[in-house]
């Protein structure tokens, strides 16, 4: 089965930095997935991680150590538009599909 | 130009009535998925189809049915609606079955009274 925890809520300033962890327990690995999701509206995909080490894209980065069960993503130069719920997600290989588990999302609320 | 478009919106119902959520995507993708995401914002897999398919089925109870007339359509039927079922679910499709970068419709909030 799948395990994925990750921190409820955090808050930061415009302009910083901020590092949201991701610890996982699976069954298989088939890569670590980070989703963005404003609230009401529909969860985007972000990033994706299957070897350990960082990805950058942009203002985003994601950390994978698959020995340590660990992810990270890493918003820099945050802006108000950032304040949003991430969610950590990891596939388990189905019979016949991936099925997509979902941490229960840290909230980032950024201020001025 | 929507990719994954879901109807409707929002949805306001009584206990024991039945229900329709409609989904279409225009992205040529092979597979389409059901999720239900409750109030503690957990979003759980609740079907999968692959080219009208149904390839992955969770532990969801009877009472919800999906249907895939043609792999860009999914739609998921509620019978006797019950209060633990006010959640938004959304539709999500991807290119392939093995994919797990999904696109997201912008849900369904319903809520049964």
């Given at each position: 089965g799948q395990n994925i925890d990750q921190p409820t809520e955090m808050t930061a300033t415009e302009g910083a930095i901020v590092q949201i962890n991701c610890t996982y327990q699976t069954s298989g690995f088939n890569g670590l997935f980070w989703y963005q999701q404003h609230a009401g509206e529909a969860p985007t995909f972000l990033s994706y991680n299957v070897l350990d080490g960082l990805e950058e894209k942009g203002r985003f980065s994601s950390f994978l150590s698959r020995s340590?069960?660990?992810?990270y993503l890493l918003l820099k130069e945050l802006q108000m538009k950032d304040s949003a719920s991430?969610?950590?997600?990891a596939p388990t290989d189905g019979a016949a599909g991936n099925k997509l588990t979902f941490g229960g999302g840290t909230r980032v609320l950024v201020k001025p | 130009d929507t990719a994954v478009s879901q109807t409707p919106k929002y949805l306001v119902t009584q206990m024991g009535n039945d229900k329709s959520i409609k989904c279409e995507q225009n992205l040529g993708h092979d597979t389409m998925y059901w999720y239900k995401q409750d109030s503690k914002k957990?979003?759980?897999?609740?079907?999968?189809?692959?080219n009208k398919e149904l390839i992955i089925n969770e532990t969801v109870p009877n009472r919800f049915s999906p249907k895939s007339p043609d792999k860009a359509h999914l739609n998921l039927h509620i019978n006797s609606l019950e209060l633990g079922d006010s959640a938004v679910y959304f539709c999500a499709s991807s290119q392939e079955r093995w994919s797990g970068e999904l696109f997201f419709g912008e849900g369904s909030r319903l809520t049964v009274l």
């Open positions: 340590k069960g660990y992810s991430y969610l950590c997600a | 957990f979003l759980k897999i609740m079907f999968s189809y692959n």
